[in-house]
């Protein structure tokens, strides 16, 4: 019987020790999840500005973007002329870019999803915030921070085995009130390789926002690409042809 009683206390002990950390990953996925929930809603448009700073100068550029559900995005480049017209649309795991001046919609493979996205600082894979941070990842809760008033918690994911993803592991901060403040990311060696801020919060819809961030190449001092956003309004119905192939090439009013 004593030795049954010292088992059990084994037993118990262990499970109480695995229950922190089974709470704090859960935690972490619901805190991701409310915050990509913050970003877009059940769906949302947005009017923004993207701005490319390079060496030789600045490149600024006009887009309007919708968004749907979980994994349904279309940005649109309304300006300066030589842009005007350029999109791309992302239907789960599937993106399509148009080229107006080709008159011609590309499908791109997957290989392609983590190269530059109209010469900016972001990829393919950063159009749209999904919950792939909370279904291909094992994330957990790793610090918490205060800042301007609020508790920021600092979360570490890393790639779930057999998940196609070209990082090492991620770490986001997530305000209080699921403000996305930053998204840090790793290549396979542990070392940070490109970053993004938000640099002001604002409130937009009726929500606290992330009105501008900005993401870096960290090994390319100097250069930047900074998105504000000038308007967004969030859980609106748009019409079933808005995210097709046909619409992309050729937009209705």
């Given amino acids: ?24 990953a859960q935690d972490a996925g619901q805190i991701l999840r409310a915050a990509f929930d913050n970003w877009k809603a059940a769906s ?33 480049f309304t300006a300066p002329a030589r842009d005007a017209g350029n999109a791309t649309l992302q239907d789960g795991r599937r993106t399509w870019v148009f080229n107006p001046k080709l008159n011609q919609v590309i499908q791109l493979p997957q290989s392609a999803m983590s190269q530059s996205w ?5 990829s393919y894979n950063d159009l749209s ?18 800042a301007g008033g609020h508790t920021v918690y600092v979360i570490e994911a890393v790639p779930k085995r057999g998940k196609p993803i070209v990082w090492g592991k991620q770490v986001v901060k997530v305000r ?17 390789v ?21 993401m870096r190449n960290l090994a390319k001092p100097g250069e930047w690409t900074r998105v504000t956003t000038k308007s967004a309004e969030f859980n609106v119905d748009f ?10 090439q050729n937009p209705r009013d």
């Avoid at 923004?48 to 100068?57: D, E, N, T």
């Avoid at 994330?139 to 921070?145: F, K, N, Q, W």
């Avoid at 403000?179 to 542990?190: A, N, P």
């Fill in 176 to 192: 209080d009130d699921y403000v996305l403040l930053s998204e840090e990311f790793y290549d396979q060696r542990g070392n940070p």
């Fill in 239 to 248: 019409p079933d042809y808005l995210f097709t192939r046909s619409n992309l």
């Fill in 118 to 122: 109209m010469g900016s600082d972001f």
């Fill in 44 to 76: 949302s448009h947005a009017v923004m500005q993207m701005q490319i700073h390079r060496a030789g100068g600045t490149r600024t550029m006009e887009m309007e973007s919708w968004t749907r559900g979980k994994d349904k995005a279309l940005v649109r």
């Fill in 129 to 146: 915030k999904t919950d792939r941070l909370v279904t291909d990842y094992t994330s957990r809760v790793i610090a918490t921070e205060r």
């Fill in 1 to 24: 019987m004593q030795i049954l009683s010292r088992r059990r206390f084994v037993l118990t002990f262990a499970v109480l020790a695995m229950l922190p950390h089974a709470a704090a």
């Fill in 194 to 214: 490109r970053r993004m801020d938000t640099d002001k919060v604002g409130v937009l819809g009726g929500r606290p926002y992330p009105v501008v961030i900005t």
